[in-house]
């Protein structure tokens, strides 16, 4: 019991004050620790919404229009390989996406087989253990093959596309330099975005409400214009509105290429000096772009995001350099928006704002100061507590307990969490805990004296005993506190990180600090009693 080695000692001292000095910076403001010597830790507790203010959104994701966009892609992959299929061989006509389906007529009866052979192939088997696949290839009336997308085709495509919405909107948050934001899906087809500190969610909302689809299509220039301005326009094409400025466009429904292949985009200004956006192209973007506008010299094309038009130049000459700019009636701000949405890529899905929240940093700021009153108010009792009933070894307790408050604060500065409300909860309810140790080998103590065992023997079999005790409770609260943080999402989650560290830190600072500290007590003194 009395037995620890220097280096021991000289372990628990320095866990001890690391703790202290990186909970230190919380004490102090952003400008004031700013000005700190480097060598000096400047993490600090990132405030959740409900305690810093900020805005809150809930967006939900219009699933139809990911069954749409793999409806497109498959008709060009069916496309593509039945011109490919024994060279050629396989003739076929009317190529339709109608009622949600694929279906193509094999005009060669003698190729059908081969046909549904080559695009069965395009089915693939989903992530289930079922054995579905995403795609369901039949014929009907002799020589017609129809593609169907199966249930678990489709579930698994909006899966797939809400993981990469929600990458996309963090990367797209990330840009504008906001701290600590919490993105997070919500049931099947909803993400909530919360961000700390940001008052005005409209820069958000226009930043997160664009799918930032480029494509660039050629122009029709054999459409009728009267028809075209009734909506009209001929197979194979599609009219759209200028972005920025009234008229209509025929374009072709076939890209000529499509962001995904951009490497970067910035800020820049045209011939003219007027705000703008380059864009580049990967290598193998650059040379399909490069291809794209050699074969198509002298041809009008549009710039389309969003099927908005941008700007419809004509190709004077190939452009081999993978790189261009996007040039229309930008400002700054919105040239730059336009840069942050093409780097950070197109959303797989067009996700709508269906609920709005601004929590004001004075009511933050009023949750923290009756959290602060709660923790003091539950410091104080629970020391007076415990040195009324326990003296000496109280003491010792609540020593331990406020070296505990400031090391959760240190352990959550240095990993980064974010403390809520329900974290401050926790936090309360630590400090309550965090005794439940020193009651236990305390007690223990004392029945031990009642069993006529000496000071040294009390103490020693007193904090072995209960330790047992105390390391099988807080075993169940951790699993319990990582059962939260895996299924539970927002509060619940900020709970079960302040429970968790709270708890570890606890049989740190109750069972080894109080042991140390009773060990020097009993080497220095050699009571003949306890008074305990």
Not at 309 to 326: K, Q
């Amino acid at each position: 019991m009395l037995d620890f080695p220097a280096w021991k000692i000289w372990t628990i001292a320095l866990t001890a004050a690391l703790g202290l000095l990186f909970a230190v910076p919380n004490f102090f403001s952003e400008e004031a620790v700013a000005r700190w010597p480097s060598v000096l830790p400047r993490q600090q507790l990132s405030l959740g919404l409900d305690l810093r203010g900020g805005s809150h959104l809930m967006l939900e994701a219009q699933t139809e229009d990911v069954q749409k966009a793999k409806l497109e892609a498959l008709e060009e992959s069916v496309r593509s390989e039945l011109r490919d299929a024994d060279g050629g061989a396989v003739q076929f006509a009317d190529l339709s996406t109608a009622g949600g389906k694929l279906s193509v007529t094999i005009t060669d009866p003698q190729a059908l087989d081969r046909a549904v052979e080559t695009l069965r192939k395009l089915s693939r088997p989903t992530g289930g253990l079922s054995g579905q696949r995403d795609l369901e290839v039949t014929v009907v009336d002799g020589n017609r093959i129809v593609m169907t997308q199966t249930a678990a085709g489709i579930a698994e495509a909006v899966n797939s596309a809400m993981a990469q919405a929600v990458e996309v909107i963090r990367r797209r948050i990330d840009e504008l330099g906001t701290r600590e934001p919490t993105i997070v899906r919500q049931g099947d087809n909803r993400i909530v975005v919360q961000v700390p500190g940001l008052q005005d969610p409209s820069a958000l909302k226009a930043l997160i409400g664009k799918t930032a689809k480029l494509e660039f299509k050629l122009v029709d220039v054999s459409a009728d214009p009267a028809l075209a301005a009734q909506g009209r326009a001929p197979a194979g094409s599609q009219v759209l509105q200028y972005a920025d400025q009234p008229g209509l466009v025929v374009v072709k429904r076939r890209a000529l290429i499509t962001g995904d292949q951009l490497v970067d985009s910035k800020l820049t200004t045209d011939q003219n000096g007027q705000p703008a956006t380059s864009f580049n192209f990967d290598s193998a973007g650059g040379r399909r772009f490069a291809k794209a506008t050699q074969q198509n010299v002298g041809k009008p094309f549009a710039i389309i995001l969003d099927n908005k038009v941008i700007s419809a130049p004509n190709i004077n000459e190939p452009i081999l350099g993978g790189s261009g700019i996007i040039s229309g009636s930008f400002t700054t701000e919105s040239a730059n928006q336009l840069a942050i949405l093409l780097r950070s890529g197109k959303l797989p899905v067009e996700l709508k704002v269906v609920e709005e929240r601004t929590v004001g940093p004075d009511l933050g700021a009023d949750s923290i100061h009756k959290g602060a009153i709660a923790a003091t108010v539950a410091v104080i009792a629970v020391s007076l507590l415990m040195i009324v009933t326990y003296g000496r070894f109280g003491i010792y307790s609540v020593v331990a307990l406020i070296l505990n408050v400031f090391m959760i604060l240190g352990v959550m500065s240095v990993v980064g969490a974010t403390l809520t409300l329900p974290g401050i909860a926790g936090l309360v309810l630590t400090i309550g805990a965090a005794v439940d140790a020193n009651v236990l080998i305390n007690e223990r103590i004392r029945e031990e004296q009642r069993k006529g065992r000496g000071v040294i023997a009390s103490v020693e079999v007193g904090y072995r005993d209960a330790t047992r005790t105390i390391w099988d409770a807080n075993s169940l609260n951790i699993i319990v506190a990582v059962i939260m943080f895996m299924f539970g999402s927002g509060p619940i989650k900020g709970f079960a990180v302040v429970l968790s560290i709270g708890i570890a830190t606890s049989v740190f600072t109750a069972v080894t600090v109080t042991r140390l500290m009773v060990a020097r007590w009993l080497r220095a003194r050699r009571p003949a009693a306890l008074a305990i």
